[in-house]
């Protein structure tokens, strides 16, 4: 195991892993995997502990789930993409920022065109805005914060 000791193993493991496994999740789970009837068991089990929530408000519910979710893993991919860049490339903080915001403005797209592939999914351009809307926010705030 002496290869975990490694700095350039440390390094890629610290900066690089972390934005490339969110890209890979999402890239999964924008195809079959992740379909209102694959998430569906999921959100019932969530809105279990909801108990106030009646049945008529579970499709309500699903969609705003499946919303967070995209606003939270679009923010994560941002401030790892921001991390990475800034760390790799040496840019001032600005650069860092829209080189981040560009990779995830792509995997957005990529994420979005893959959906429109999927028989039992439907890509939209509203969630790459909310995709991209939420990178963007999450790169503002974490460009303030010292690394």
Request: charged share 15%.
């Amino acid at each position: 195991m002496t290869y975990l000791k490694s700095p350039a193993v440390r390094q890629f493991c610290l900066y690089w892993l972390p934005p490339l496994a969110v890209t890979a999740g999402i890239i999964i789970f924008s195809g079959e995997l992740g379909s209102t009837a694959n998430t569906r068991p999921w959100v019932i089990w969530l809105l279990t502990w909801l108990p106030f929530l009646s049945f008529e408000d579970f499709a309500e519910g699903q969609g705003y789930l499946r919303k967070a979710g995209h606003v939270t893993a679009y923010a994560t991919l941002s401030i790892f993409w921001f991390r990475a860049c800034l760390w790799r490339f040496s840019l001032r903080r600005g650069a860092a920022m829209l080189c981040a915001l560009a990779l995830c403005l792509l995997i957005a797209l990529v994420d979005e065109g893959h959906q429109a592939l999927v028989p039992s999914r439907t890509g939209s351009l509203k969630d790459v805005a909310l995709d991209f809307g939420a990178a963007l926010l999450a790169a503002l705030a974490f460009s303030f914060k010292r690394i």
